[in-house]
DNA sequence: TTGTACGCGTTATCAC
DNA sequence: GTGATAACGCGTACAA
């Protein structure tokens, strides 16, 4: 029942004091124990031993008393360590980036890969010491995950950790982020962010709506900026001017949206459909039009984008964009396990209609 | 501004093909440029030259024109490495874990470990993998987070975990999760789930109520039970006896929960007050209450447990128990870097009343 | 089938 | 200041 941890593991003979090595039995601990060679117990041990002879049991027998646990990095260093795949985003909420995740590790660890995931609290200098470990524990790739700003500064800084990784072998992977214009080299799998905010403001548009507002952050983030652009694309197709009252800025949390959404409403009493950046946002408008009064979708019609889980529970429930992210994820992890890359993938959002939409009032 | 990519990268001269090794330059590379010898090199690279001499500028110079990456495998052979600390939960989703994992982190990066983040899915074989894995590579501790089943067989794995990880000089740190009754050595960090409950279930009886029901899974995983037996404490509290029927099997998911409710609530139409095991299954209730024409708090009070930043924006806004998260990720993560253990932490949490719960109606 | 010898990339020691 | 040399723990030709 116990295990055999306090067994004579003899004490490590290691000279150098060095900073704790850890301690464990080591194989040549294990040969000794079987009085076989450090060969043998390597092979026995690995596996690929030809047939049972005596040593072979002698060899796992020691093992297990001496709750030998082999030496991963020692086994990377010769090349034949399970490297890891490592997932990087700014922060790790929500369903979006955990479907993703989802989707990545199915893969990687099907192809015998450690899945790691790690944040960067939205600091570059964070991500950039990230990456920085990453490379020196040689990851096999980086999967780099959400919004980024769309600016020269940070193609820069992507090339820099491209090349930082290519130098160990490894691959840096854009995820739910567009390909950089002038660093096609980079791998990118995305999804429609502008077809889907598009597809939401023409389904608004069947319904008759014409003034139809923006609600998100209008930044140089290439998430926000590229739903944005879909929004003004869904007006353009409709014939609709583009009005610049209409594009309302907010932050990303809900409350911020619904404070932008006070103020806004009541300025622009002919507004009749709202869309939204994010479900987040979504949900912050939804509420201040509730306690505004203002009846949805009677009097206005709310579109969101993410499909989060719990938006279908609103009442209304929430008209919105849905994104394959678990694709994303999987197709991301294919390139990072080694799959060839020809180019920059898109893979379609898909608007989901719910409550929250109807027709324009009169 | 290309990089050096493409420079005269002297071609591995490992007579191994061995599969694939990186094939980066080595600190013998740099040396051989810069003509000095591998340890000066090692000292000028790990900034713990004494002056400047000429040969200081050289190897930078080389290592910079080689892009030079050191291996952080071999550094840790020598025991002068970057360990890091692996967050382990089932499911990454969710701003529980999120927030926990936070502060688990910080304490980690800021004591130069690599925090990362690994999800089994709930399989029981994936996690006992993952620890293997994690193990090999010589992680410097494991948080293992979230429920677990409240099971013999749990404990004894549990212990086998522990004692993996011990063998090469890690620990092993429950998060949100009771200390083992058997295992009191395994070091553990939770919150007060009990008691959070106990107090929604007090709250309520101020309010007037005495017909309260609970909707949760009542299976033997443990956060589900120690909230389970909160609602009890409550109620033995208010000297109500508690009655099974009232007691509402549902699984996870918010819809899940709002199907038990509506089947709930038509046969037992004297029930004043919900307790619900989680905010998600709060959400479903609160939506299948609406659905049923039932108004919250006027005919229904509701309570939920978790704080999760939605449910302050439903209609009415929810009165919930918010745990101490970040805490315990943070003390979990001071256990993590070296912090002596003295037995069990059980952080208190703290009711959050908004409009969902309101006095009994009469 | 088993053992010998060497290499992996790094750091620490100890002379010079 | 700097350079040989010996670890670290492991895999694997090659020879026996």
Redesign the pocket.
Known sequence: MTTALDDDIPA???????PE??GGA???DVARRAE?????A??V??GR???K????ARVLAAAEELGYV??GL??S??G?GRRSIAFVSSIMVGPTFATMAGGAEDVATANGHLFTMCTTGGDVDREAALIETLSEQRVAAVLLVGSTPATEEFEQRAQRYATTLARVGARLILCGRAALPHHPQIASIDYDHRGGVRSGVEHLVALGHRRIAFVGSLDDMTTPHQRFLGYQDGLADAGIEFDTTLAVQSGNSSDEAAAATVAFVESHPEVTAIVCQTDVMAVGVCRALHEAGIAIPAHISVVGFDDMQLVADLTPSLTTVRAPFHDVGELAGRIAVGEAYDGAVVLPSELIVRGSTGPVRD
Chains 1, 2 share one sequence.
Do not use: I, Q
């Not at 490590?12 to 060095?18: F, H, L």
């Not at 002879?53 to 072979?56: G, I, N, P």
């Open positions: 490590r003979r290691g000279t150098s004091p060095g090595r850890g080591t194989l040549a076989v060679s450090r060969a043998t390597s092979r041990l690995a031993a030809a047939g002879s005596a040593s072979h082999v030496n020692a086994r260093m010769m034949v």
